[in-house]
């Protein structure tokens, strides 16, 4: 597969397709034991990327896979370069790619697993199993996962690393085996090495085979690599160089042909070995398995344990060898196994097994539209964001589909009103030995809460697979995180592997910004909103007002309780979820802001109306004409016009520089933005349609109803400046941007503020910059957005 997809398919980029041949060779054997003998229709399992090849190949052999994608690796609509559970076609269970990641995600899937056989009854056993490569035990995420208390005792967990000892630059010094069997067994994990093949477990039982165990035993790895590119007595002489010369004699009886595949005969790539270890795993049944299998990287092939062989490529010669080693011809090497041999039969009966049960569709979670949740004294998102919570751990049709997590934030993210409804996760029930009159901590299996170490990382992982209970688990949840929004990038690698997962889910980032004055800028978030904004299959949200919040979070978990996560890919290989919006990602604040510019709105606009803007992400907060009629100035020369458009926690200071300017006879309406995220999609999404039919494009809906006429700009925003200056553009008006494109520092709100322009008579100042870059000009009546 990849020396068609290399060699034999046009290639017009001349740029190399790759594919990972001594990587995928590494792992073949250990593959073929598990899909061919020992996993059942009900097991998950991740495949290491590189090995994305294998696991295509014996989809194939096992009829999951039709002939035509097998020579469409790494091509579009064909086989994804790593395995994708949203794009590939044969039912890939766990994305990988990111390394370590996709080894982690299976631990949590049991996590999610524990957790819904508690709440809703036991489903069919699972295992859960990584095949990871020993270079990603490298990766800090790895660990993170293994020592955290919230995967302990998951004894359908099995971790299979392809211990090759090598990695992509080179072959790795030394054998880090003891360190790393002592950090599994001391996080209390079933620790296994499947080290030697049985030709060297007979010859160890020989007389005298106690000197080859110890030598190879401690043989520095490089030497040991160095053996596959030698045959016959420069073998000999390589394997010998720094052994006691017991060891010279006991092996001068065996002959030069014979040494190689002696001393080379390791047990990742012995069937009965690989086997009895997996039968071993599902014996410990208290805590999770981890097999070392120590296999050859590029077994099989002639770049077998090459340094560089990483990304090397088999020439055509080589691959005309191998075919003729292997029995095929360049007619029959696609063929799948003849049914009429023992092996075309065990590859039937094996399908028949593996074929998994059609999955039930759960009826959608019905979440009210609002939980009505009171606001009349000025109040922060993120408390308004822990007592929608809890009004929803109320609601009989939410409340039993609600699960939250948070990286030990949960108290101060505001969840101690849900802790307090819901109760705490434990696979047992724990006694509570503090009494504490503030937060009811009670631990048992009926908690909703699940309460993680300090570790971003793992805060995404569980969240991803919690998003994705229903395919993996039969039953669909609400999944609510909780993280310090600074830190949401220390976490990033493992929400862009949720995202692109098709993981559902809601996530809270808060506090957020230099309005977290007194902390610092080592806690100040600058950049996240951008993330937010740019992360696929994500909607970003920041509202101001705790009723807005109110709208957008149930209508968050509305559209997650209504469709299940990780959407597999349809027959054509391609994205089948890709117009979902996925997971939820709300950026909030400990600032508390007057509610009444909010509440004026409402009353306003109505509620039906505001709704639909706060939903499709931006409203008139603050109409200078309703405020000040006199600024309209019928029949004269009208006043000057600006919209300042802000989110979040800066509104106040937006709003009293709208006052300002009124006083100074500009008309400036303040739009409120609550996704930034959906407010720029809609205008992509017209500017697309605008290049694909060399049509005019129109200017979406939200920005008629927010902004209503032509006029300059300034955003104001709590984050980057250039997150909002797209909008000028949108609207092809002058903009000014407003934010915080440096490193915060401590202080009071009021202090940070003037340090980064966004008091109210710095927004002022750029409204009349922006009133200058216009030209001075009158306001147009309406905005364009006719076709042609």
């Known amino acids: 597969m990849v020396d068609a997809a290399n060699r034999e398919r046009p290639n017009h980029d001349g740029v190399k397709v790759g594919g990972h041949q001594a990587s995928s060779a590494s792992l073949v054997s250990a593959m073929t034991a598990l899909w061919f003998a020992h996993l059942g229709p009900e097991d998950r399992v991740s495949v290491k990327p590189h090995a994305a090849p294998v696991y295509h190949a014996i989809q194939y052999l096992l009829g999951n896979l039709d002939r035509s994608y097998l020579t469409r690796l790494r091509a579009r609509g064909g086989l994804q370069a790593y395995p994708s559970r949203t794009k590939d076609p044969d ?232 075919r003729e080693q292997v029995g095929l011809t360049a007619q029959t090497e696609w063929d799948r196994l003849d049914p009429a041999t023992r092996a075309g039969a065990l590859a039937a009966g094996r399908a028949e097994q593996l074929r998994r049960r059609t999955a039930e569709t759960s009826a959608p979670i019905i979440v009210p539209a609002q939980t009505g949740v009171s606001a009349r004294r000025p109040i922060s998102t993120q408390e308004a964001f822990g007592r929608i919570l809890t009004n929803l751990a109320r609601v009989e049709t939410v409340a039993p589909y609600l699960v939250t997590t948070a990286p030990d934030v949960a108290t101060s993210t505001n969840l101690a009103g849900f802790i307090n409804r819901s109760g705490v996760f434990a696979p047992t029930p724990q006694r509570t030995w503090i009494e504490d009159g503030i937060l009811r901590w009670s631990e048992g299996p009926t908690g909703q809460h699940i309460e993680l170490g300090i570790s971003e990382m793992n805060l995404f992982l569980l969240l991803g697979q919690l998003g994705l209970a229903e395919p993996l688990s039969g039953q669909r949840l609400l999944p609510v995180g909780t993280v310090y929004d600074p830190f949401v990038l220390r976490g990033l690698d493992a929400f862009i592997y949720g995202a692109y997962s098709g993981s559902r889910f809601v996530v809270a980032g808060t506090p957020s910004g230099v309005s977290l004055a007194a902390e610092g800028g080592a806690h100040q978030s600058t950049m996240t909103a951008s993330v937010g904004m740019e992360l696929p299959n994500v909607t970003f949200l920041e509202p101001a007002y705790a009723g807005a919040l109110d709208w957008l979070l149930c209508d968050a978990l509305t559209r997650i309780g209504a469709a299940a996560g990780g959407g597999q890919a349809d027959a054509s290989g391609s994205d089948a979820s890709a117009e979902a919006e996925g997971s939820y990602y709300f950026r909030l604040t400990t600032r508390p802001i007057d509610q009444q510019p909010y509440e004026a709105a409402r009353r306003r606009i109505g509620d039906a109306a505001l709704r639909r803007q706060v939903l499709d992400g931006a409203y008139r907060l603050f109409d200078a004409y309703d405020r000040y009629p006199h600024l309209r100035r019928d029949g004269l020369a009208p006043a000057p016009v600006v919209h300042l458009v802000s989110c979040g926690a800066v509104l106040p200071e937006v709003l009293a520089a709208a006052t300002e300017l009124a006083e100074e006879g500009v008309a400036a309406h303040v739009v409120d933005v609550t996704s930034l995220d959906r407010l720029y999609q809609a205008w992509q999404r017209s500017l697309r349609r605008s290049v694909r039919t060399a049509a005019l494009p129109d200017l979406p809906g939200v920005f008629h109803c927010a902004f209503g006429e032509r006029a300059p700009v300034v955003t104001v925003h709590d984050a980057a400046s250039h997150a909002m200056s797209w909008i000028g553009s949108a609207l092809g008006v002058p903009a000014v941007p407003l934010g915080v494109d440096r490193f915060g520092e401590s202080g009071m709100v009021t202090d940070l503020y003037e340090l980064h322009d966004l008091l109210p008579g710095s927004i002022v100042n750029a409204a009349l910059t922006g009133l200058a870059l216009a030209g001075s000009r009158v306001a147009e009546p309406t905005l364009p957005g006719s076709g042609p």
């Not at 080859?212 to 160089?241: C, I, K, T």
């Not at 340094?307 to 020439?315: D, G, K, V, Y």
């Open 91 to 322: 039912h890939v269970d766990f994305s990988t790619g990111s390394v370590g990641l996709g080894a982690a995600a299976p631990l949590f899937a049991a996590a999610t697993r524990r957790y819904v056989d508690a709440h809703f009854g036991a489903r069919p056993r699972s295992r859960f199993v990584a095949i990871l490569g020993d270079a990603e035990l490298d990766e800090g995420n790895i660990w993170e996962a293994v020592a955290d208390p919230a995967t302990r005792g998951l004894g359908e967990v099995m971790w299979l690393v392809d211990f090759n000892r090598q990695s992509l630059d080179r072959v790795v010094p030394g054998v880090r085996i003891d360190q790393w069997r002592g950090q599994f067994e001391a996080a209390g994990w079933h620790v296994l090495e499947v080290k030697y093949g049985r030709r060297l477990q007979q010859a160890f039982a020989r007389p005298g085979g106690h000197h080859l165990r110890a030598w190879l035993d401690r043989m520095p790895n490089e030497q040991y690599q160095s053996l596959f590119g030698l045959s016959r007595q420069p073998l000999r002489e390589r394997l010998l160089d720094g052994a006691p010369a017991e060891l010279a004699d006991h092996l001068a009886e065996v002959s030069d042909d014979d040494l190689g595949p002696l001393v080379t005969d390791l047990g990742g790539h012995d069937l009965d070995s690989l086997l009895s270890a997996y039968r071993q795993c599902d014996a410990v049944t208290d805590r999770p398995s981890v097999v070392f299998a120590y296999t050859v990287k590029g077994w099989g092939l002639p770049t077998a344990g090459d340094p560089r062989n990483h990304s090397t490529l088999l020439s055509g010669e080589q691959i005309d060898t191998l």
